[in-house]
């Protein structure tokens, strides 16, 4: 079964074009934002620190997908977002909360160590409300390895069935095939 079988799934994803890094990341977050879209996934974004993953919204939502960004009081939406649903919440963990109760599950896209820290924070506190969403890493150029040593070395042994917990993809469309039958499973 695919999820466009199913109700729309809510993916939240986790994304950087800002700091050092990988330059292609803007265009992969195009690609994801589009390609979740026109298989209906509704896409949720945590914008906090004045960075918004605007490649990622804006692609999504000119492939008519549904995207709503959960941040805090220095966000202002450029005129391009005009019209996205945005929550401001002053509270970080408020926020973190907030992502975890919306998320059937979470994507992580290459981008930087504040983005993967804040997929910890809202994966933690979807644990922390008793649910376990699958979590796919989009591993382009490496880019999670270090964490899927981690996934092995730390979360198999706390975690049963880690690796239906935990999956890294090599590519956009690789990354959606796991999402969609993590998903389904779940449901």
Known sequence: MSMTDTAAPVVAVFASDKGP????????????GTYFARRGAH??????????P?????????A???????ADATIALPRALAGVTMEVLPDR?????RVAQ????YVALPGSLASASTLFGSWAAARAQGRTPPVVMLNRHRAYEVMRGYAADV????LPGYERAVQ????????????SRLVSEAR
Do not use: K, Y
Not at 102 to 105: M, Q, R, S, T
Not at 155 to 158: K, V
């Open 64 to 70: 008519g997908g549904l995207v709503q960004i959960v």
């Open 168 to 179: 890294f993809a090599d590519s956009i469309e690789d990354l959606w095939a796991r999402l």
């Open 155 to 158: 979360l198999s042994p706390g």
């Open 43 to 52: 896409i949720v974004c945590l914008a906090e620190n004045g960075v918004i």
């Open 93 to 97: 963990d408020e926020r973190l909360t």
């Open 102 to 105: 919306l998320a059937d599950a």
């Open 54 to 62: 605007v490649p990622l919204i804006t692609a999504a939502r000119t």
């Open 21 to 32: 890094g990988d330059p292609e990341r803007a265009s992969i977050m195009g690609q994801a």
